[in-house]
């Protein structure tokens, strides 16, 4: 029986008034070091991961490829479950969750995207087992370069809902616009179209 590891990260993001993406903060759910104590970053209401122990390794750098040019980016860990979205024919509201434990680190980051509607883009990957940081190659010349092979999935989606219970904060995802549907208007018998036309509903064919 073999073990298939997937990792997923999750960029936070908003819009500009110039159409630009603005980052908020990354987060992945594979690579976690040393269980040193996970802080607030500054103040308690900046809910960036601060990792004050620098040899915890408790970040994957990434491209997900959505940002032409833009490189790595580094995903701080954040334990978290991705139910991932299911996709119809007829395109309805297409939904799926973040589910976090309630602590204050996950509360504060799904508050704020929650508040202000941010964007998030998920990108579920598959990695070796033997090496949660696969997801890193090396060019010829031996330089760490990031490979887009191992990607599974991308969803963008709106942090449209919030709720919580003392064990568990869960974020509901969902697509900015809902499926637009189109209806046709029905065929009428005219006139022009087909020729004279019976006046009462007393058709015969002779």
Do not use: W
Request: proline content about 3%; hydrophobic content about 35%; aromatic content about 6%.
């Amino acid at each position: 029986m073999s073990i298939t590891t997937l990792v997923t990260f999750v960029e936070v993001f908003s819009i500009d008034k110039n159409n630009v993406r603005d980052s908020k903060y990354f987060l992945q759910n594979a690579k976690r070091g040393e269980f040193d104590e996970m802080k607030l970053a500054g103040a308690t209401n900046d809910a960036q991961i601060n990792i004050e122990n620098k040899v915890a390794e408790n970040s994957i750098q990434f491209d997900s490829g959505s940002v032409p040019g833009r490189g790595l980016e580094t995903y701080y860990y954040l334990p978290f479950i991705y139910q991932g979205t299911t996709i119809n024919k007829s395109g309805d509201n297409i939904e799926s969750n973040l589910i976090m434990g309630n602590h204050p680190l996950s509360m504060a980051k799904a508050q704020e995207a929650v508040v202000n509607k941010y964007f998030v883009e998920v990108n579920v990957c598959i990695m070796k087992n033997d090496d949660i940081g696969s997801l890193e190659d090396t060019d010829s010349q031996g330089n760490s370069i990031d490979s887009n092979k191992s990607i599974l999935t991308t969803d963008t989606c709106l942090a449209s809902s919030l709720s919580y219970d003392p064990e568990v904060v869960e974020v509901l995802l969902s697509s900015a616009v809902d499926a637009v549907g189109v209806n046709l208007p029905s065929l009428v018998l005219t006139t022009d179209a087909v020729g004279k036309l019976p006046v009462t509903s007393d058709i015969q064919n002779r």
